[in-house]
């Protein structure tokens, strides 16, 4: 497949940006991000006047509510991103550590960490992913073509410009934040195919997205993000607790890939829990929140839809909450194991033994023990803006910091030694 041309000249810029800045100094990218915080602040009217663009296209085009939610940005959003910039700024710079070692032979070795290179992102109708995705490239060396979706079309062409400028004015490459026209799918599909130029492809957004570029690239690519999560309230759980955790887990931001799709309740405090959940959930301060269950758990709940084989596999990203009610432990790890995407799982129980099996036996990048899967989060893990949360096994797992976005390199010293 021969590439655009457009893109050809993004991924020769994007080449010569990677060798100037994989030996950038900590200090020369710490005043870009400070720059980047500024000149965001600076003209937070200008980002809004944009965002509003694309919020008035995509609530034409009936985009659904909490996609649309995820798209809005207001001043107190614009502020938050420019703290999550400056947070960046005082996460220890990852490239460069390592570690050395002599063999016998009197060789010294060394394994540093460096950049990945150019990474690739594709993401959906986020553009606060835009900017956190450019300071934990920027931070850890890397250069980013970003493809975002066509919804943020317009707050993504400023905030990339903006963007640019400020890592220019910082004495760097302002082709080290790039942008990938948003308006034709060709563009997507060919980004997910420019080996030579491109080192990994990070795609974020919904399940379709994922399999979409999984299924398509040629590139390397990191999957992250969809999340068919599930929370289990065991026989031995706080019922108070659990009505509060759960509530969280679907209602806080049902559009996002760490909100509770799947709940399983135990047979034995079914009857006690499920409709008081029920309740809550269809009179509680967030809205409705529609439910889809099992045969069982309509004997409890009996105003509740029915849930099909599909709502089991569908990570609805709205609110929408699949319950069921299983006999123990064994049929909730079983339905988990099933359906799982390995992102998010949570028990809540007050049996230490209980949470420990369930530690011990499910298979995800995090799982928790009373508490919201919310909070697979990297700012909430402590690692500063997150550039995704993967789901594989393979290089990194679970929230994506600065680390993640490295990899390494050995350095061999020696004094004529020779095989």
Not at 165 to 194: F, S, T
Request: glycine share 8%; charged share 20%; with cysteine.
């Amino acid at each position: 497949m021969e590439l655009r041309p457009e893109l050809v000249t993004l991924g020769k810029q994007a080449k010569q940006a990677s060798r100037l800045l994989m030996s950038a100094g900590t200090e020369a990218k710490n005043a870009a991000l400070q720059n980047i915080a500024d000149i965001l602040k600076e003209h937070a009217q200008e980002i809004l006047a944009a965002n509003a663009v694309d919020v008035a296209r995509a609530e034409e085009k009936g985009l659904r509510k909490s996609l649309l939610t995820r798209l809005i940005l207001t001043p107190k959003q614009i502020d938050d991103i420019c703290d999550s910039v400056r947070d960046v700024i005082q996460l220890p710079d990852p490239v460069g550590r390592g570690e050395m070692w002599t063999r016998p032979n009197g060789l010294r070795f060394e394994k540093i960490s460096v950049p990945l290179g150019v990474i690739g992102i594709i993401y959906e109708a986020r553009p606060n992913v835009t900017v956190d995705a450019a300071a934990l490239c920027l931070k850890s060396g890397n250069v980013c073509l970003l493809r975002g979706g066509s919804e943020a079309a317009e707050s993504n062409v400023v905030l990339v410009r903006l963007l640019a400028e400020a890592i220019a004015a910082a004495g760097l490459p302002a082709a080290a934040v790039q942008l990938v026209p948003a308006g034709d799918r060709a563009y997507a599909e060919q980004l997910m195919r420019m080996n030579g130029y491109v080192d990994v492809i990070i795609p974020r957004g919904g399940a379709g997205l994922i399999q979409s570029v999984v299924a398509n690239a040629t590139v390397p690519v990191i999957e992250t993000g969809a999340g068919i999560c599930h929370t289990y309230v065991h026989s031995e759980a706080d019922l108070d607790k659990a009505l509060a955790v759960v509530y969280n887990a679907k209602t806080d931001k049902p559009g996002v890939c760490n909100a509770l799709e799947t709940l399983l309740v135990d047979e034995a405090v079914a009857a006690d829990y499920l409709p008081r959940l029920a309740d809550l959930l269809t009179h509680g301060p967030k809205g409705p929140v529609e439910m889809r269950a099992c045969a069982k758990t309509l004997t409890y709940i009996p105003g509740a839809r029915p849930a099909t084989e599909e709502d089991w596999r569908t990570e609805h990203n709205d609110m929408i909450l699949n319950m069921k009610t299983v006999a123990d432990m064994d049929e909730a790890l079983d339905h988990i194991y099933q359906y799982s995407t390995k992102h998010s799982e949570a028990i809540l129980t007050e049996s230490y033994p209980a949470s420990q099996r369930f530690l011990r036996d499910v298979d995800a990048a995090a799982v928790y023990v009373n508490t919201s899967i919310r909070f697979s989060d990297g700012n909430r893990f402590g690692f500063g803006a997150e550039i995704g949360i993967s789901t594989q096994k393979l290089h990194a797992r679970g929230p994506m910091g600065l680390p993640e976005l490295t990899t390494c390199k050995y350095m061999v010293y020696g004094e004529g030694q020779i095989v």
